[in-house]
């Protein structure tokens, strides 16, 4: 279920949001034996970057970056974004 956010008109919102739990899960699941702890998951596209992180048990936060330069930049904030989100949850 998305909880808010702007989408282009011609995405199905809720199939996006389950798509987006998809993805996370199964890259949590494949990283579950790994020594260190899932940050988020980038999906570069040719001109933009999609961000999915987790903000709790049941939430998640997905982002478009449309500048991809800008990138390095934007993480820090989108991951503060996650921990205040957690928060309110």
Same mark, same amino acid.
């Given at each position: 279920?998305?909880?808010? #956010? &702007?989408?282009p008109? !011609?995405?199905? @919102?809720?199939? !996006?949001?389950?798509?987006m739990?998809?993805? +996370? #899960?199964?890259?949590? *699941?494949?990283?579950a034996?790994?020594?260190? @702890?899932?940050? $988020?998951?980038? /999906?570069? +596209?040719?001109?933009?970057?999609?961000?999915? *992180? #987790?903000?709790?048990?049941?939430?998640?936060?997905?982002? $478009?970056?449309? &500048?991809? @330069?800008? !990138?390095?930049?934007? /993480?820090? !904030?989108?991951?503060?974004?996650?921990?205040?989100?957690?928060?309110?949850?």
């Open positions: 279920m998305i909880i808010d #956010g &702007d989408a008109s !011609f995405i199905h @919102t809720e199939t !996006f949001g389950a798509m739990a998809i993805m +996370l #899960g199964a890259a949590e *699941t494949a990283t034996e790994s020594q260190g @702890t899932l940050r $988020y998951i980038n /999906v570069e +596209l040719s001109t933009s970057n999609l961000v999915i *992180t #987790g903000a709790g048990q049941r939430v998640l936060l997905a982002c $478009y970056v449309k &500048d991809r @330069t800008k !990138f390095d930049k934007v /993480v820090p !904030f989108i991951e503060e974004a996650a921990r205040r989100l957690k928060a309110l949850v």
